[in-house]
Nanobody, 126 residues
């Protein structure tokens, strides 16, 4: 059974930083792309960043490029999201997701992610 557990969310002032972590279990982590999505109150869930199974390929939403960095440690079965220069509009529940198929790189395509964490709240005050 696949489990994804996020941590690292919290309250931070604008301009500050947070690092989210997502620990995965249940499948061979190094075979699957991972991603972060977020959902703000009253809005649809949106793509933030994704990383391929090896970490060689990454992509980002335009709204976070240059501020957020996705990375992974396959030895620790963990994916990270380093968030710098945070803005109030980054306030949301952040979810990690794992691709359904091995060696696939779904990018922004939500339906291709088969497993989702429970989410962690990030609140950025102005």
């Amino acid at each position: 059974q696949v489990q994804l557990v996020e941590s690292g969310g919290g309250l931070v002032q604008a301009g500050g930083s947070l690092r989210l972590s997502c620990a995965a279990s249940g499948r061979t982590f190094s075979m699957y792309a991972m991603a972060w999505f977020r959902q703000a109150p009253g809005k649809e869930r949106e793509f933030v960043a994704s990383i391929s199974w090896s970490g060689a390929n990454k992509n980002y939403a335009d709204s976070v490029k240059g501020r957020f960095t996705i990375s992974r440690d396959n030895a620790k079965n963990t994916v990270y999201l380093q968030m710098n220069s945070l803005k109030p509009e980054d306030t949301a529940v952040y979810y990690c997701a794992q691709a359904g198929s091995s060696y696939d790189f779904p990018g922004v395509t939500q339906y291709k992610y088969a497993y989702w964490g429970q989410g962690t709240q990030v609140t950025v005050s102005s």
